[in-house]
């Protein structure tokens, strides 16, 4: 099964490879874990590629990918700022934490 989706977010990827291996079977493919959380009244996706097959089926290397969904936060007030920038702060300190490379990308639509 491939991919068509043109974009580089692992979350968007795993959610299109998700709508036809769903079909015919159950879970997470091997080699992609995925969970989504809300903390302090954000959205937070993490999808980990854990293996080759996860690799292959994304397209992306190993590693941990984290989305933050702040929604229209620059129509909101100074506190929920502060709370998506703790949160965007703690994310970023968890993957310093195992000494790898990181990337971070702010994206709107």
Known sequence: MSISIRTDMA?????????????THSGEPDGIKYSEYEKNGLKISRVSIVNENGEKLLGKPKGE?????????????FNSF??????????????????????VAGLGN
């Open 11 to 23: 979350g968007e990827l795993r959610g299109e490879y998700m709508k036809e291996y769903s079909k």
């Open 82 to 103: 502060k709370r998506a920038s703790n949160e965007l702060v703690r994310i970023i300190s968890t993957l310093c934490d195992v000494h790898a490379p990181v990337l």
């Open 65 to 77: 990918y984290y989305s933050l969904y702040t929604g229209k936060l620059w129509l909101s007030d």
